[in-house]
């Protein structure tokens, strides 16, 4: 099975901090990439796609690096509501079909 | 527009009975997709479909069965639940190969 791999964290950090979470993935011909958050016992929601010249979203930034297989997710200025686990997603194809590969993700907590 | 929906959102079962989860879309999507997610852990694709009338077997299909009859449904049937199939139970669908919106999820559990 193409695989994903995060720090399952937790990382607890203070409101306001800046935070960074690192993902590899194992499939080189992986094409597109995204950051998915779930809270705890709900649905994962896509947060962004990550492009291959990074992208920023607000107070998200996204980037790629397909030569070492790398994604990263940095937050800024945490807030409260940041608290989720954090999903690196990357969309694997083989043959005919392209499916995405969840991994456990990163879990976040922001406290006050 | 309501998105992705499933019903229902929660469910207790015996060992060897049966039921259907549906989900249903209102966004035009092609692709649809049946995961389950056991605590602690990742995702698993059980069966997905790119059209209707077209499914196909995703990497734990063993157990369940899929049919999409209309586009915008997709229901995932248990023929003879299992304890081993409690878990949380997701649909997904996207626009071809491409991010995936997710239901709410159906929460079963089978004594």
């Known amino acids: 099975r193409k695989e994903v791999e995060q720090d399952p964290g937790p990382f607890n950090v203070p409101e306001g901090a800046t935070v960074a979470f690192n993902c590899t993935y194992s499939?080189?011909?992986?094409?597109?990439f995204f950051w998915y958050r779930q809270d705890c016992r709900k649905e994962p929601k896509l947060l962004m796609s990550?492009?291959?010249s990074g992208n920023e979203d607000g107070r998200f930034t996204a980037q790629l690096n397909r030569a070492s297989q790398y994604i990263s997710l940095l937050i800024r200025d945490s807030k409260l509501s940041d608290s989720a686990t954090y999903l690196c997603?990357?969309?694997?194809?083989?043959?005919?079909?392209?499916?995405?590969?969840f991994g456990k993700g990163t879990k976040l907590s922001v406290k006050p | 527009n309501a998105g992705v929906t499933q019903t229902p959102k929660f469910r207790v079962l015996k060992t060897g009975q049966s039921m259907t989860l549906l989900c249903a879309q209102d966004?035009?999507?092609?692709?649809m997709y049946w995961y389950r997610q056991d605590p602690g852990m990742g995702l698993r694709l059980i069966h997905y479909?790119?059209?209707?009338?077209?499914?196909a077997k995703g990497e734990v299909p063993d157990g369940y069965n899929v049919s999409r009859l209309k586009k915008q449904n997709f229901l995932l049937g248990l023929e003879s639940a299992a304890p081993s199939q409690t878990s949380v139970y997701f649909c997904?669908?996207?626009?071809?190969?491409?991010?995936?919106?997710f239901g709410p999820g159906t929460r079963l559990t089978v004594l």
């Open positions: 997904a669908s996207s626009y071809m190969y491409n991010e995936q919106f």
């Open positions: 499939n080189s011909a992986s094409q597109s």
């Open positions: 990550v492009y291959s």
């Open positions: 997603v990357p969309l694997d194809y083989g043959g005919s079909q392209g499916n995405l590969i």
């Open positions: 966004m035009n999507h092609e692709y």
């Open positions: 479909s790119v059209g209707e009338g077209t499914t």
